[in-house]
Nanobody
């Protein structure tokens, strides 16, 4: 019964910024993450944040992207700065919990296109 809804994608020029949002229902001891699927058609990890605020980033986005969460709003965010064409892809929000009751939910994805 989880419904993850992403928003904030769009078309942006190289060097620009976008902020993605993810609205979730299942919070509590959960890890939120952003993943993307580029032209290679392989979904890769972009960033994760635990319930305790511990973050992890793909090397390709370190220093440019920031993942955050707002538990009061049941939301996750991905601030993307200094965007590059290789950042283009469909970005998916993922909500996971590793303790009982475990779950693993994916959003529907939002398109991010970085192009001149």
């Amino acid at each position: 019964q989880e419904q993850l809804v992403e928003s904030g994608g769009g078309l942006v020029q190289p060097g620009g910024s976008l902020r993605l949002s993810c609205a979730a229902k299942m919070f509590g001891a959960n890890t939120l993450g952003w993943y993307r699927q580029g032209p290679e058609m392989r979904r890769e990890l972009v960033a994760t944040i635990t319930s305790g605020g511990i973050t992890n980033y793909a090397d390709s986005v370190k220093g440019r992207f920031t993942i955050s969460r707002d538990n009061a709003k049941n939301a996750a965010y991905l601030q993307m700065n200094s965007l590059k064409p290789e950042d283009t892809g469909v970005y998916y929000c993922r909500n996971r919990r590793f303790v009982t009751p475990t779950f693993d939910y994916w959003g529907q994805g939002t398109q991010v296109t970085v192009s001149s």
